[in-house]
């Protein structure tokens, strides 16, 4: 059992007024449980209701605090930050409708389960439901979109003995639901006075966390087939195992002699022996019949590619997911491990056959995968080696750029699924993040801002035209919270990516779907003061990625569309072909 709290001394503060006394009280011990549950960042939007918790995370010990003006941003700059590290990480701000502006940043969190923990102030409760001024109905403000959420009474004057135990069991409950949590905190005016501080002791070392236990019963059938694959999706793994789980996955992948497949958001993907080119393959019916595995092994949530989603479909799949989530739209699995990636992977490597079997029997499979894929990727190469303005031949410049270790932060639409195509599979150790939970474009640069905060190093940040406007208000927060941001945005005139779809043949198409819009990025990028470069092709894309660069920059290449999708369309045809013919070039025994 961990020691009880010790009670500050608040004399200078019982002095004064007792409901700011109250309030910096409370404040306090709040902050210290949510200091004890292990948050060490806070995200604070300025306002009046909320300044005897902002105070009060103020003056916390070890813990970080950032200012950032708009709610909507906050939140993603939060989420960046639970993400990169995967700690709680803590957002306040004042009554009435800025709370509401947290709700895009948590639903995304709701579905990776990051520990977001919203703190909206309100008014007492003899305020609520007769016109007082900034006073919404709070309670349930979420909705399903946080895991709980509680309204906690204004302070009393008096502490109850045990309100420092309370809270700690409370914020407890709260950090143990793995995803976004609400808390609704009512204060009374005064909400400060003169010499009613907040004092917030430092917590204590936290206590060591029991690993989930596993049930491997349904393991031993599915490794034994010989035509296996082993498939990373995002978030496979967390931010601490990482590294362990990359090392864990390959060992396995040795051992079973199958080939792993790893969406560009896995830290393995970029281990220089994850399978590259799947995504462009798997376009073509030739090459997913021969390359459909008799079992999978997934860990993690859905990749990003469709193409390697359609070959999981039809497979046996044993899935392994650290929160016990059923990621299977298609309901095939038969099967869910649920713990740390890693820890499993080891597990299961235990129970792979001996690897005299897996040598002899596997071999074949796993270099007909490995063949098809360097025949791939070297065509991939050929084709975005062009210096000219494409999609492809950008995002080979982006990840030439980047440097061992190197954070790119990467929106969804088209830029992700260009990183899945093109980026190929080097031995980088590239750090690649994404917002992959409701595959929303929103809150790419304000994300990316949490990010590079997390991980103290700069981030390159790979978004379109569209994802790059709607989050502007990220683009003028970047600069305050003083990080290294070097923002690639693609222009292709709107939303490229519903060129792929049916509806491009619809008279509104251009309208509705593909809405180009007007605004110019020189004056925004100028009115955030970032620098700002225009680039007309991939050369000039790689000449500006090379040269040394401070706070914000934003990096302008416009694409002509219709040049865009017949690039695109080329790349995959001769990557297709390059994989048919080393196919075509087996020993007939392989086949």
């Given amino acids: 059992m961990s020691e009880p709290l010790a009670t500050p001394k608040l004399s200078r503060v019982a002095a004064h007024d007792p409901c700011a006394a109250a309030n910096a009280r409370f404040a306090s011990r709040l902050v210290e449980a949510l200091l004890r549950g292990g948050t060490r960042e806070a995200v604070i939007s300025p306002g009046s209701r909320n300044t005897p918790l902002a105070l009060a995370l103020l003056a916390a010990p070890g813990l970080r605090a ?4 708009d709610e909507r941003v906050a939140g993603f700059v939060a989420l960046g930050l639970a993400k990169a ?11 009435g409708s800025a709370g509401a502006h947290y709700l895009p940043a948590l639903v995304e969190a709701r579905a990776l389960h990051l520990p977001l923990v919203a703190l909206t102030a309100n008014r007492p409760a003899e305020l609520w439901d007769n016109g007082a001024p900034q006073t919404i109905e709070q309670r349930g403000l979420f909705g399903e979109q946080v895991r709980w959420t509680r309204q906690l ?65 349904a393991a031993p059938a599915l490794l034994a087939r010989e035509r296996g694959l082993i498939v990373v999706g995002p978030e496979a793994a967390a931010p601490a195992d ?5 090392r864990e996955a390959l060992a396995l992948s040795r051992a079973l002699g199958w080939p792993l497949v790893a969406d560009p958001l896995a830290r393995v993907r970029w281990s220089g022996e994850a399978i590259g080119a799947a995504d462009t393959l798997l376009r073509d019916p030739e090459l997913v019949a021969a390359l459909r595995p008799e079992a999978v092994l997934r860990f993690g949530r859905i990749p990003t590619s469709k193409p390697v989603q359609r070959l999981l479909t039809d497979a046996p799949t044993l899935l392994v997911d650290r929160h016990g989530d059923w990621h299977d739209p298609s309901l095939g699995a038969e099967g869910l491990l649920v713990g740390e990636s890693s820890a499993i992977a080891a597990a299961l490597r235990a129970l792979a056959p001996t690897r005299e079997r897996a040598e002899r029997a596997a071999a074949p499979w796993a270099r007909r995968w490995r063949d098809a894929d360097r025949s791939a990727l070297a065509a991939l190469r050929d084709a975005c080696r062009a210096d000219e303005a494409w999609a492809g031949a950008a995002l080979a410049a982006v990840v030439d750029a980047l440097p061992a270790g190197g954070a790119l932060h990467v929106a969804s639409s088209m830029p992700i699924r260009d990183l899945d195509a093109f980026g190929g599979a080097e031995a980088r150790a590239l ?32 978004c379109g035209d569209l994802a790059f406007l709607h989050d502007a208000s990220g683009l003028l927060a970047a600069r305050g919270l003083g990080v290294a941001l070097t923002i690639v945005v693609l222009d292709n005139g709107g939303g490229g990516i519903f060129h792929y779809l049916p509806i491009e043949e619809h008279p509104a198409f251009e309208r509705l779907f593909l809405t180009p819009q007007s605004a110019e990025l020189e004056p925004l990028a100028a009115a955030a003061g970032a620098a700002y470069r225009r680039l007309e092709d991939a050369e ?50 392989v086949r």
């Fill in 242 to 246: 990482e590294d362990d789980f990359a």
């Fill in 431 to 462: 750090r690649v993040s994404g917002n992959r939970g409701a595959n929303g474009i929103d809150g790419t640069l304000a994300t990316a801002c949490g990010v590079a905060l997390a991980r103290a190093q700069p981030v390159t940040v790979l």
């Fill in 153 to 217: 009474a204004a302070p009393a004057p008096e502490p109850t003995p045990n309100e420092a135990a309370w809270l700690q069991r409370l914020v407890a409950q709260a950090l143990a639901c793995a995803g976004p949590v609400h808390f609704d905190l009512a204060f009374r005016e005064p909400l400060w006075a003169p010499g009613c501080e907040p004092e917030v002791a430092a917590p204590p070392p936290p206590a060591p966390r029991l690993r989930p236990r596993y049930e491997l019963d």
């Fill in 85 to 95: 590290s995967g700690r709680p990480v803590l957002l306040s701000c004042t009554s």
């Fill in 66 to 69: 950032h200012v950032v003006l």
């Fill in 540 to 589: 000039e894309l790689r000449a500006a990625l090379s040269a040394p660069g401070l706070g914000v920059r934003v990096l302008h290449l416009p694409l002509a569309r219709e040049h865009d999708l017949a690039r695109h369309a080329a790349a995959y045809a001769a990557a297709a072909e390059a994989g048919r013919a080393a196919l075509r070039s087996e020993p007939a025994e």
